[in-house]
């Protein structure tokens, strides 16, 4: 069983920056970010291979940033210019194989957006 670890979420005021931080408990082959905020459904926010290759969605892209320490089976998202509707909950998925999204998934970790 895999489990996934989600930190560094938080309150944090618009144009703010906040560090996400997902621990794995073995080395996957993808991992990445959904965001779920209320009332919406579970998006898609990116994704990292074990070689670095990155897919993410063109209207986030230009203020996250999402890379991965493979010795430490951690994956970070970076979260810059921070707006109000960037709140939600953040989540890890992953998965040992080239799955999107993967079979894995955290708990879970609230970002919010507010002055």
């Known amino acids: 069983q895999v489990q996934l670890v989600e930190s560094g979420g938080g309150l944090v005021q618009p144009g703010g920056s906040l560090r996400l931080s997902c621990t794995a408990s073995?080395?996957?082959?993808?991992m990445g970010w959904y965001r779920q905020a209320p009332g919406k459904q579970r998006e898609m926010v990116a994704y990292i291979t074990s070689s670095g290759d990155v897919n993410a969605v063109n209207s986030m892209k230009d203020r996250f940033t999402i890379s991965r320490d493979n010795a430490k089976n951690e994956v970070y998202l970076q979260m810059n210019s921070l707006k109000h509707e960037d709140t939600a909950v953040y989540y890890c998925?992953?998965?040992?194989?080239?799955?999107?999204?993967?079979?894995?998934w955290g708990q879970g970790t609230q970002v919010t957006v507010s002055s």
């Open positions: 073995r080395s996957l082959f993808s």
């Open positions: 998925n992953a998965d040992t194989i080239a799955r999107i999204p993967g079979r894995y």
